[in-house]
T-cell receptor
Framework: SQQGEEDPQALSIQEGENATMNCSYK?????LQWYRQNSGRGLVHLIL?????REKHSGRLRVTLDTSKKSSSLLITASRAADTASYFC????????????FGTGTQLKVEL | DVKVTQSSRYLVKRTGEKVFLECVQD?????MFWYRQDPGLGLRLIYF???????EKGDIPEGYSVSREKKERFSLILESASTNQTSMYLC?????????????FGPGTRLTVT
């Protein structure tokens, strides 16, 4: 399996519900980042959490990091149709320089 | 705001052609990256550059080369395009250090090799 695997691969919810996506990784990290990709477009950075942080918030986004379990979760509260996109986690590995290793993504669909 | 542009949104080339994909950024970022994105495989790093004329191989460099003659421009070259190089190509920049670890992406080039 790859460094940075998202779970589930696909998620479909109703508008107003919360969406939770998970990311697992294998090796030590400096930070973990979440990105969003709208269909056929480039990725947009959402939030970064450092290895010494456990939780971070940005608007309707909440990210948690558990380094003992090598996992992170992204929670989107009160989802909107505009949140429909693919979401990727990316890890900056310890000793990996500036490179990021991306996961395979979670496709989120928010229905009206 | 950081602006990253890529030379084409869609490109169709024939097998054996030499293909140039260009990426230009306006934020004076040191680091630039080329990824390819394929269904079920996520983003895979092809090459990156941390300074002018400097380059390093990523995870899948075979069949590709890069050029960075100016800080703002990073080119990906397919010397002899093959059908298995049909993919979405994404360029990204990163300031690094105090400028931050997040990457800024261009809109992508969807390349089809026939």
């Amino acid at each position: 399996s790859q460094q940075g695997e998202e779970d589930p691969q696909a998620l479909s919810i109703q508008e107003g519900e919360n969406a939770t996506m998970n990311c697992s990784y294998k090796t030590g990290i400096n930070n973990l980042q979440w990105y969003r990709q709208n269909s056929g477009r480039g990725l947009v950075h959402l939030i970064l959490i450092r290895s010494n942080e456990r939780e971070k918030h940005s608007g309707r986004l909440r990210v948690t990091l558990d380094t003992s379990k090598k996992s992170s979760s992204l929670l989107i509260t009160a989802s909107r149709a505009a949140d429909t996109a693919s979401y990727f986690c990316a890890t900056r590995l310890t000793g990996g320089g500036n490179k990021l290793t991306f996961g395979t993504g979670t496709q989120l669909k928010v229905e009206l | 705001d950081v602006k990253v542009t890529q030379s084409s949104r869609y490109l169709v080339k024939r097998t054996g052609e030499k293909v140039f994909l260009e990426c230009v950024q306006d934020m004076d970022h040191e680091n630039m990256f080329w990824y390819r994105q394929d269904p079920g495989l996520g983003l895979r790093l092809i090459y990156f550059s941390y300074d002018v004329k400097m380059k390093e191989k990523g995870d899948i460099p075979e069949g590709y080369s890069v050029s960075r003659e100016k800080k703002e421009r990073f080119s990906l070259i397919l010397e002899s395009a093959s059908t298995n190089q049909t993919s979405m190509y994404l360029c990204a920049t990163q300031g690094g250090g105090v400028a931050g670890d997040e990457q800024y992406f261009g809109p992508g080039t969807r390349l089809t090799v026939t």
